[in-house]
């Protein structure tokens, strides 16, 4: 199948008798919004066959990143500016809400949809797996793992970082600090050589970026001492949070 066959095959099977558009851009939008949208639930074999293959080659042609290809800015410490769902390491973070199956919102900017469109929905039908297992939604601090599908890590930790809706709180910073803690743990009960952290709680949980990034190296630089083994990526996407990393990492 050519990418325009997959995209229409797709959307066909997403939402059966839907008008498609013609161009190439508006196919994407499209089979994206559908994504985002969609319950989690049973998917034919067909489907994911052609949603596999398109999503690796998607995301071949946007470049994958190793983490041989990154230089340590620290002892087991990395600063990588770019998009976390062409990461190449054993673990991203996912920064999840406490329902863990990812944005609803279509082609909405956030990193949980791009992680949870680039993987496939095999993502969302796994973590709603967990969600319904457990019984209630996902503690705030607390995180799980689940395989990463199409992404090219292995796996995705999501874990839920705490919302400020107004002032910030020692709360709010003692929640933050539990995320990084939960995650590291289940890098080491996985046996994980690499673990590339989002900024949690930044951007659309309002956490302020100098003190979020402040909390996680003081988490993952205390792992660390404590005789923690996984390499750690701090993964930025707008240059503000590189300049703060890059700042705080070189004092």
Not at 49 to 75: C, H, S, W, Y
Not at 112 to 132: E, K, P, S
Not at 152 to 163: A, D, E, R
Not at 217 to 236: P, T
Request: hydrophobic residues 40%; contains cysteine; charged residues 20%.
């Amino acid at each position: 199948m050519t990418r325009t066959e997959q995209l229409d095959f797709m959307i066909k099977e997403l939402m059966p008798g839907i008008a498609i558009p013609k161009e190439a851009a508006d196919k994407w939008r499209m089979f994206r919004s559908l994504v985002n949208i969609r319950q989690p639930g049973p998917v034919s074999t067909a489907f994911l066959q052609v949603q596999d293959a398109f999503l690796k080659n998607e995301t071949a042609q946007k470049g994958i990143t190793r983490l041989e290809d990154l230089q340590p800015i620290a002892d087991g410490i990395y600063l990588w500016q770019g998009d976390i769902t062409t990461l190449a390491v054993d673990a991203i973070v996912n920064a999840a809400n406490s329902g863990l199956t990812g944005c609803y919102r279509p082609c909405h900017g956030c990193i949980d949809n791009a992680i949870h469109t680039f993987a496939g929905v095999q993502l969302r039908n796994a973590c709603a797996g967990i969600i319904a297992h457990q019984g209630y939604p996902e503690p705030t601090g607390r995180a799980k793992i689940t395989a990463a599908y199409n992404l090219p890590s292995k796996f995705v930790i999501h874990t839920v970082g705490p919302i400020v809706y107004d002032k910030l709180t020692h709360e709010h910073e003692q929640q933050l600090a539990a995320c990084y803690r939960s995650c590291l743990e289940l890098a080491d009960q996985n046996k994980l050589g690499s673990l590339a952290f989002c900024c949690i709680s930044t951007g659309e949980f309002h956490f302020p970026n100098e003190r979020a990034a402040q909390i996680a190296l003081h988490e993952v630089m205390k792992y660390h001492r404590n005789g923690g083994k996984c390499r750690v990526i701090f993964n930025v996407f707008i240059q503000k949070d590189w300049q703060i990393y890059n700042q705080l990492l070189k004092k």
